[in-house]
């Protein structure tokens, strides 16, 4: 596609249930990151993903997070059990290669809110 | 004028005024910055880059300026109109892959 797309826009999730956040990165971009943006805050690297290995997960807070990106494309950022503390905006972001010249593309993000 | 606290930053210039966001940045061997603007619902949007090596670079209607002495990162806007109220963040190259965001500071144009 034109660009990263996040799906849900908007997530509301009862504390304790596991939620699934999806990122169609553009399509050939070898780097993949994961970010978590709270309320008034910048952006916070949560993960990395070069094709379908993930390098660096130094950024996921808890064993709670987990992310995949199997064939090399399609992301999914898994949270087990949620916790108030998890509400924020997910961002996901792509780029051609790893040299991070340019910067990445970022999707719209997934709102998630836990209540 | 500015505020700070627990929320963002926040400068409020009138339509047709020069906006200066300022950034702060951590790492002295950062060879590369960013700066990314972000209306609400969206995610970041690059808008301007800059390399160590250089001072001063332009793009339209924006200009980065970059102080290593200091540290220091400035985004000027110039013109400024109602479309550049966002919130604008700089970002460090951190060597291997990732950037390194800055807080972030709320940009208001009022018309």
């Known amino acids: 596609g034109a660009g990263v797309s996040q799906s849900p826009r908007y997530k509301v999730a009862k504390r304790g249930q596991d939620v699934a956040l999806r990122c169609d990165p553009i399509?050939?971009?070898?780097?993949l990151f994961w970010y978590q943006q709270a309320l008034g805050q910048g952006p916070e690297f949560l993960t990395y993903f070069q094709n379908e290995a993930q390098l660096d997960k130094s950024g996921l807070p808890s064993d709670r997070f987990f992310a995949e990106r199997p064939e090399g494309s399609v992301s999914t950022l898994k949270i087990q059990r949620t916790q108030q503390e998890d509400s924020a905006v997910y961002l996901c972001a792509s780029s051609l290669d790893y040299s991070g010249g340019g910067g990445y593309t970022f999707g719209s993000g997934t709102r998630l809110t836990v209540v | 004028g500015e505020s700070v606290g627990l929320h963002l930053p926040t400068l409020s210039v009138q339509e047709g005024d020069n906006s200066i966001i300022n950034c702060a940045y951590s790492?002295?061997?950062?060879?590369?910055f960013i700066w990314y603007k972000q209306e609400s619902g969206k995610g970041p949007q690059f808008i301007i880059d800059?390399?160590?090596?250089?001072d001063k670079r332009q793009g339209q209607r924006v200009t980065v300026l970059l102080n290593k002495t200091v540290k220091h990162l400035s985004l000027q806007i110039a013109a400024s109109q109602p479309g550049d109220s966002a919130v604008y963040f700089c970002?460090?190259?951190?060597?291997?892959?990732?950037?390194?965001f800055g807080t972030g500071t709320r940009l208001k144009v009022l018309a």
């Open positions: 790492n002295s061997a950062s060879d590369y």
């Open positions: 970002a460090e190259w951190e060597g291997t892959y990732k950037y390194i």
């Open positions: 800059i390399r160590s090596n250089m």
């Open positions: 399509s050939g971009h070898v780097s």
